[in-house]
């Protein structure tokens, strides 16, 4: 990976990590914790693809693992973790921008269920069963929607911050205006630069024109 993308990748990590345990597990809601680090993994994968999303997802996975107050086995969610980033990682468009919010909605719910089972799965075999005293179900659903309502807040601004970072092209519009076309499933492109670009040349021929007419006048 290269340098900007960890330094990148570990300042969104740590940082989704931080808020997660001080924040959103002390929430208390019903069934399953929003995901944070998740949905960071998941942005950070959509843009650099399967290879970097597996050693980011395995990277965030093992701190969470060993972030206090973690009760499971070390490597049990850094597992999970890195199958999702490599998985998140091949629907990485050929563009670099995926064309609708389609596609990351649907990816997001796809993390959501399939993070859970798979940390429930991992768990049978080392011997937790915390997830049956749970409920297997409610655990897939509210973590679905709390996945779903936190991510348009979240993954376009991470996937911005990666284009930059990468000097992409493509990350010209600035989040905010990605966020907007995210959740309206647009593109999120801006045309402000275009509407600029063309008044600039309109006054730049009403300019030429006068100066033409003056010309002209002395001439006579």
């Keep these: 990976m290269r340098i900007n ?6 300042t969104l990590v740590v940082v989704a990590l931080v808020v997660q345990v001080s924040v959103l597990a002390r929430l208390h809601l019903p069934g399953a914790v929003p995901d944070l680090i998740l949905l960071t993994v998941l942005g950070l994968s959509m843009v650099y693809g399967h290879v970097s999303g597996a050693l980011v997802g395995f990277t965030a996975g093992l701190l969470a693992d060993l972030a206090p107050p973690a009760d499971h086995a070390v490597g049990r969610y850094a597992l999970v973790l890195c199958v999702v980033g490599y998985v998140a990682g091949l629907t990485k468009p050929e563009n670099g921008q995926p064309r609708s919010a389609a596609g990351p909605m649907v990816m997001v719910v796809a993390a959501a269920i399939g993070s859970t089972l798979l940390y429930a799965g991992v768990g049978a075999l080392v011997g937790d069963t915390g997830a049956r005293h749970v409920g297997l ?63 600039r040349v309109r006054a730049a021929r009403g300019r030429a024109a006068r100066a033409t007419r003056i010309k002209r006048v002395k001439r006579l």
Excluded: C, H, K, Q
């Design 137 to 199: 179900a409610s655990l897939i659903l509210t973590a679905v929607v709390y996945d779903l309502l936190l991510a348009p807040f979240t993954v376009p601004w991470i996937m911005s911050l990666a284009r930059r970072a990468d000097n992409d092209p493509l990350a010209e519009p600035a989040a905010g205006d990605l966020a907007a076309g995210w959740t309206a499933g647009g593109t999120g492109l801006r045309l402000g630069g275009r509407r600029g670009g063309g008044l």
């Design 5 to 10: 993308r960890i330094l990148l990748s570990s």
